[in-house]
Nanobody, 128 residues
């Protein structure tokens, strides 16, 4: 019923930009909290950016000032604009959503457990 689908990943050079998109379908809940995560092999999935039901946004320190999370007015399309990309940004990026607000800040190592709905991921590769 609920589906999240990421797109927009690819390969870019250091300093380049990408814009990720997450399409949300089947969402019938009154509230919506969404976020972007990323994961590299052998490491835990880490929070990147989050947007709350009221539209407030937060970022992990490593991307603050470079990434921007946003959504369309209908809230069924989520974006992550990534500028000034660095090789360390290379990861599989995931869209996540939940009914209730997150309990942990986006940089908390357990923040991924606040989200129950996930997309399949889109790969971002940044070359030096």
């Amino acid at each position: 019923q609920i589906q999240l689908m990421e797109s927009g990943g690819g390969s870019v050079n250091s300093g380049g930009s990408l814009k990720l998109t997450c399409e949300v379908s089947g969402w019938s809940f009154r509230t919506r909290y969404m976020a972007w995560f990323r994961q590299t092999p052998g490491k835990d999935r880490e929070g990147v950016a989050a947007i709350d039901n009221d539209g407030s946004v937060t970022y992990t320190d490593s991307v603050d000032g470079r990434f921007t999370i946003s959504q369309d007015n209908d809230r069924n399309t989520l974006y992550l604009q990534m500028n000034n990309l660095k090789p360390e940004d290379t990861a599989m990026y995931y869209c996540a959503a939940d009914i209730v607000g997150h309990n942990y800040k986006i940089n908390h190592p357990s923040v991924r457990y606040d989200y129950n709905y996930w997309g399949q991921g889109t790969q971002v590769t940044v070359s030096s």
